[in-house]
C-alpha cells in the first residue's frame, strides 16, 4: 500500500513550546488530512487541506499543503499539556475513496 | 458535527467464538464505510471498505471470510470477526464518509481474545 511517512517519530517537549511536524509521500495526494488519536480513542480531525499550497489554521494549529502534493507540516504554537497524543497525517488520492495514514508522530508535553 | 458510534468499546473473548462490532452513524447517512484495525503504537491499516447494499472491498492480505462486513443500511455497518483467535487482537476502528462530512471515525473496539 501507499507509504506516509512521518517526521519525527515522537516528541518530548516543555509546555509552552512550538512544535512542527511533517508528512511525506513518494505519492500524489489532492487531499492532506491532520489528525489526532488518544490513547483508546479513534482519530479526530484536526485540519483538512484540499489545495497545493494551502495554509490553514485551526486555533493554535497551522497545517500546509506541500506544493509538490507529495507533503504536509503541522504546527502547534504553544503547546499545552492536552496536546498529548498521536498525530497522524492522512491522503486521499484524486477518485479514491479511502484514506492512507501515516506512521505518527507521538507528543508528549512535560508540564 | 457529525457523530460515529461504534459499540463494543471493549470485548473479550475466548478463542474459536465470533465477536460482532457495529458502526453507526447516528446523525447523518453514511454513503460508505471503512473498516481498520490497529496495532499497538502503530498507524491504522484499512481493511475493507463497505458500499451499502453491496459487497465490501478488502484490502489485500484480509481474509473476507474471517472479517465479515455488513453494511445493511446507510447508517449501520457491523465487522463480525469469526472464530477468532489471540492474533486478531487488536484496535479496530470504523469510519463513515459522505460528500459533505468527510471522514468521521468512531471510538474504537479494543478486542482481546484468550
Known amino acids: 500500500g501507499q507509504q506516509l511517512n512521518q517526521s519525527p517519530q515522537s516528541m518530548f517537549i516543555q509546555e509552552g513550546e512550538d512544535v512542527s511536524m511533517n508528512c511525506t509521500s513518494s505519492s500524489i495526494f489532492n487531499t492532506w488530512l491532520w489528525y489526532k488519536q488518544d490513547p483508546g480513542e479513534g482519530p479526530v480531525l484536526l485540519i483538512a487541506l484540499y489545495k497545493a499550497g494551502e495554509l490553514t489554521s485551526n486555533g493554535r494549529l497551522t497545517a500546509q499543503f506541500g506544493i509538490t502534493r507529495k507533503d504536509s507540516f503541522l504546527n502547534i504554537s504553544a503547546s499545552i499539556p492536552s496536546d498529548v497524543g498521536i498525530y497522524f497525517c492522512?491522503?486521499?488520492?484524486?477518485?479514491?475513496?479511502?484514506?492512507?495514514f501515516g506512521t505518527g508522530t507521538r507528543l508528549t508535553v512535560i508540564p | 458535527g457529525a457523530v460515529v458510534s461504534q459499540h463494543p468499546s471493549r470485548v473479550i473473548c475466548k478463542s474459536g467464538t465470533s465477536v460482532k462490532i457495529e458502526c453507526r452513524s447516528l446523525?447523518?447517512?453514511?454513503?460508505?464505510m471503512f473498516w481498520y484495525r490497529q496495532f499497538p503504537k502503530k498507524s491504522l491499516m484499512l481493511m475493507a471498505t463497505?458500499?451499502?447494499?453491496?459487497?465490501?472491498?478488502?484490502e489485500q492480505g484480509v481474509e473476507k471470510d474471517k472479517f465479515l462486513i455488513n453494511h445493511a443500511s446507510l447508517t449501520l455497518s457491523t465487522l463480525t470477526v469469526t472464530s477468532a483467535h489471540p492474533e486478531d487482537s487488536s484496535f479496530y476502528i470504523c469510519s463513515a464518509s459522505t460528500h459533505r462530512s468527510g471522514y468521521t471515525f468512531g471510538s474504537g473496539t479494543r478486542l482481546t481474545v484468550v
Open positions: 446523525d447523518f447517512q453514511a454513503t460508505t
Open positions: 492522512a491522503g486521499q488520492k484524486t477518485g479514491a475513496n479511502n484514506l492512507f
Open positions: 463497505s458500499n451499502e447494499g453491496s459487497k465490501a472491498t478488502y
